[in-house]
């Protein structure tokens, strides 16, 4: 069974830009949720998803939004990008809210 | 405060040897994960634990509830086993959710 996958991997932007990254998830998991690492902050939660719906959101401004689609797939998408922005993207699905969640490789984002 | 302290930081060791790794925090939770990553970015899921304990491998986590305290065991150490180990809860306060508050992470070097 594949696992999730999230595209692109790599990505570097200009500020100003904005960006839309993809989460696949594992066959039959309907809860997405994503997440910010930098080496300042750590780990952040930024929203989760269930059956097309944004359950929770994170402290992020509203240049940060996302979506999730009948198949369960999820983007992301940042818009204004600032310097501050240039993170990796962790994306994490799980068959349910509050099961055990399986994370993608993430998505490195630079901003320059 | 953070609400989720692990404790080393850092923490090296030489091949062979015990490994603990605390985990301490201030909510109450729903579930608690231990989770792995590599350089390079991408997570592993090691443990998801509501109560007692789990082994898989050369690894043993257990949590005890009442004093809101998880450990993180590895035996016979390698250097494979070189990563950083974050530890994240899922609050009670947002019901069925995947909104992970995060640990720092620890980073452990095995030598051999």
């Known amino acids: 069974k594949a696992g999730v996958t999230q595209t692109p991997r790599y990505l570097i932007k200009t500020r100003g830009q904005q960006v839309t990254l993809s989460c696949s998830p594992i066959?039959?998991?309907?809860?997405v949720s994503w997440y910010q690492q930098t080496p300042g902050q750590g780990l952040q939660f930024l929203f989760e998803y269930f059956s097309e719906t944004q359950r929770n959101k994170g402290n992020f401004p509203g240049r940060f939004s996302g979506r999730q689609f009948s198949n369960s797939r999820s983007e992301m998408n940042v818009s204004t990008l600032e310097l501050g922005d240039s993170a990796l993207y962790l994306c994490?699905?799980?068959?349910?809210?509050?099961?055990?969640?399986?994370f993608g490789q993430g998505t490195r984002l630079t901003v320059v | 405060k953070n609400e989720v302290e692990q404790s080393p930081q850092n923490l090296t060791a030489q091949e062979g040897e015990f490994i603990t790794i605390n985990c301490s925090y201030s909510?109450?939770?729903?579930?608690l994960h231990w989770l792995q990553q590599h350089p390079g970015g991408g997570i592993v899921s090691l443990f998801m634990?509501?109560?007692g304990k789990k082994k898989h491998g050369r690894l043993i986590a257990t949590i005890n509830i009442q004093e809101k305290h998880s450990s993180l065991h590895i035996t016979a150490s390698h250097p494979r086993d070189s990563a950083v180990y974050i530890c994240?809860?899922?609050?009670?306060?947002?019901?069925?959710?995947?909104?992970?508050?995060f640990g720092t992470g620890t980073l452990l070097a095995v030598q051999p």
């Open positions: 066959s039959g998991h309907r809860s």
């Open positions: 634990l509501s109560s």
């Open positions: 909510v109450g939770i729903s579930a």
């Open positions: 994240a809860v899922i609050a009670l306060y947002g019901g069925a959710t995947n909104k992970l508050i």
């Open positions: 994490a699905s799980s068959l349910d809210p509050g099961g055990e969640a399986f």
